[in-house]
């Protein structure tokens, strides 16, 4: 049974993502004073009401759903099937064969001793021919043995190919899933960034009706208002991509709404070391590759046993009967019958001695294809190495962003909330407090982009080393 063609047979290694998939833990804020930012699962006021989602359940559907895991899933059931030892040549091979004709003839038979032909117009014959064959392979080289092993080889990649889809696709529906809590934040930050704009508005026009300020500073309050409304609308458009791209992902409607449930936490305990070990032992893909070099030999050995002597047993037993119409014993057209039947065997065997030099020509390509796959597990490898160096040095500089722009949005929200209040005290101008309103909403989108980039960089990691989706002993 194929490891891998229910989703019960999988337990998720949710530990890696889902442990963290919690609320955050944030520096604590100011007194409610001052302007606040809802936490990441909190449902923007801008975004309509939907039903929760959780990580948990996207990886979960995205399991059964998606297209390109069923489709993989199919691929495997096929090589499962193929790997019997009918299939390698090691089984006899039995046929039962039956024909029955009809014929109807015009004869003309001349003799030397009587002066007139015999003639017979539409003289009817039929025959009957029945009898079962078989054919068995005891020798050809050992290739039978060579080409089930090769079949194996070709279910085992088809088996890392299966395991690779599952995790690339669990790292994509998990990736789209933190991309929809970014944008959601996004939203967030800028609905904070307009209760500041309307607070300003309504201090610049409470300052406008006692004469102290001039209708000017409500006009450009207004704007800047606008604008941000303006922002707002065009972060709604990308969080509904983001929804579209990975309902699309789960196989389900894009039209269908949801709102995540989990945040963006990331974890700091990812090891170049263990990351490098992991990717030598489970990676899927580096796992095929060596699979298609085990493939590539096999293909060689079989064109090399194609050069020994073939032999095989032979048996049957038929049945033939002939009725003829046609035939002339003097003058008189009678009609023939004739029965066959009965038992045979025998021994076959086929020697190659010369076919042109094609077998050299094959055992040549066979060679140079083995050469091909080494080549190509090397750049394989060297490909994952590359890209979980990359992924690495992500993840440090991420974090190391991460922990200063975590206190950065603390300075930035304090700065808010001073500006505010030495505004309504008359002592800032608009455009100070425009800039602080400007600089907490770049911090706030900074983080988030700078969470996410973290977390991408964790994915890949997960992912290069098999870590996302793991066989349960129980599936075994």
Known sequence: MSRYRSLPLFALLLFPLLGHAQQPVLPSRQPTTQP????????????????????????????ENNYDIRVSRQDERIAENNVTRGNAGQLPVVNGNFTRTFNRNNVRQE????????????????????????TWTVFDGLGMFIAYD???ALEQQQRQL?????????????DAYYVVVRESGKIRSIEEALKIGQARIDLTQARVDVGVSAKVEVLTARVDYNADRSILIQQ???????????????????????RPADSIVVATDLSREAVAQAIQQNNPRLQQARLSTEVATYDRKLVRASRFPQI????????NR??????????????????????????VASIPIFDGFNRNRLEQNARITEEQRQLQLGQTQLSLEAEAEQAYAQYQNRLQLLELEEANILLARENVAITLERYRL???????????????????????????QAKQAEIVLRRLSSGLVQESPAGR
Do not use: C, M
Request: aromatic content about 6%.
């Open 36 to 63: 606040q930012s809802k936490t990441q699962t909190e449902k923007p006021e801008t975004v309509p009401n939907a039903p929760p989602l959780t990580l948990a359940e996207v990886i979960r559907l995205g399991l």
């Open 111 to 134: 003799s030397s001793s009587r002066p007139e032909a015999s003639i017979a117009n539409g003289a009817q014959s039929n025959q009957f021919n029945a009898n079962v064959a078989a």
């Open 150 to 152: 090769r079949l194996q």
């Open 162 to 174: 299966t395991r690779a889809t599952l995790e690339e696709t669990v790292a994509s529906i998990t």
């Open 236 to 258: 709604q458009e990308a969080l509904k991509t983001a929804k579209i791209n990975l309902n699309n992902l789960l196989g389900r409607s894009p039209r269908l709404d949801f």
């Open 312 to 319: 095989g047993l032979t048996s049957g037993y038929g049945y």
């Open 322 to 347: 002939n009725i003829n119409g046609a035939a002339f014993f003097g003058s008189q057209l009678v009609t023939n019958t004739g029965r066959t039947y009965g038992l045979n065997y025998g021994v």
């Open 426 to 452: 008359g002592l800032l101008t608009p455009l100070a407090l425009r800039e602080a309103q400007r600089t907490q909403l770049d911090a706030e989108v900074r983080l988030l982009d700078i969470r996410y």
